[in-house]
């Protein structure tokens, strides 16, 4: 793949997974012994990425010392928002910063990613590169374990992304973007929302449907109930 760069999503305070949480940050919860953080290097090296970013703050010094007992056949660091959490948007915008121009994946790690995702990034870069416009990749509300997602959009035939009443596909956590999304903004904390609203209403957010069943680690209650099955 030509994308080489990637950002993780790994700030949150997970409070939704309390009381693991509490000692945990969200990207160090396991399933099938392997944390969703390591989950996420793996499968992003899986498809040549050679320089991911993890952005931290809760319990961020334990991400950190995390990534140090690990190696990676890719390079990965942590950017670390210190004085306070800078929500998506801002902390995509802070950790991007040394990638200039280059477009980058952004990956959210509570989502459990596997290997039969590989075809459908490739479609996700395909998209992106061919439309040079942020692309994200969805699925249908139908194929989520996690029962609970009222949805985020829907897609019109020009694949566009669109907010309506009846939103019938889920944002996976996965989307490919570069820093001019963002135009003249600042780093101060604000949601991706934000700068999605801003790209549909310009007709620049793109949208690729994911065939697989999406596991989603939600809450506490989806992750015990997730834990039991077998995930391959």
Not at 72 to 98: C, P, Q, R
């Amino acid at each position: 793949m030509r994308i080489k760069k990637a950002i993780i999503l790994g700030a949150g305070f997970g409070k939704r997974m309390y009381p693991i949480t509490k000692k945990t940050p969200k990207p160090l919860v396991t399933i099938n012994s392997i944390t969703l953080l390591e989950n996420s290097i793996r499968f992003l090296t899986s498809l040549g990425v050679k320089h991911i970013l993890v952005n931290a703050h809760y319990l961020h010094s334990k991400i950190t010392n995390f990534l140090k007992r690990k190696k990676f056949s890719s390079s990965v660091k942590v950017v670390v928002e210190k004085k306070k959490i800078l929500n998506t948007g801002g902390g995509i915008l802070n950790a991007s910063k040394k990638f200039k121009k280059h477009p980058f994946f952004v990956l959210n790690p509570d989502t459990v990613w596997r290997k039969e995702y590989k075809k459908e990034f490739r479609n996700l870069e395909k998209v992106y590169l061919k439309n040079k416009k942020a692309t994200m990749l969805l699925v249908s509300k139908r194929k989520s374990f996690d029962k609970s997602f009222k949805g985020d959009f829907n897609l019109n035939q020009k694949n566009q992304i669109l907010r309506q009443k009846n939103n019938k596909l889920i944002f996976t956590g996965a989307q490919i973007i570069n820093r001019s999304v963002f135009k003249k903004r600042k780093v101060n904390p604000f949601s991706m929302n934000v700068i999605w609203d801003e790209l549909i209403k310009n007709k620049e957010l793109l949208g690729v449907i994911s065939k697989q069943k999406f596991f989603h680690i939600n809450s506490h209650k989806v992750y015990k109930k997730l834990i039991k099955k077998i995930i391959r």
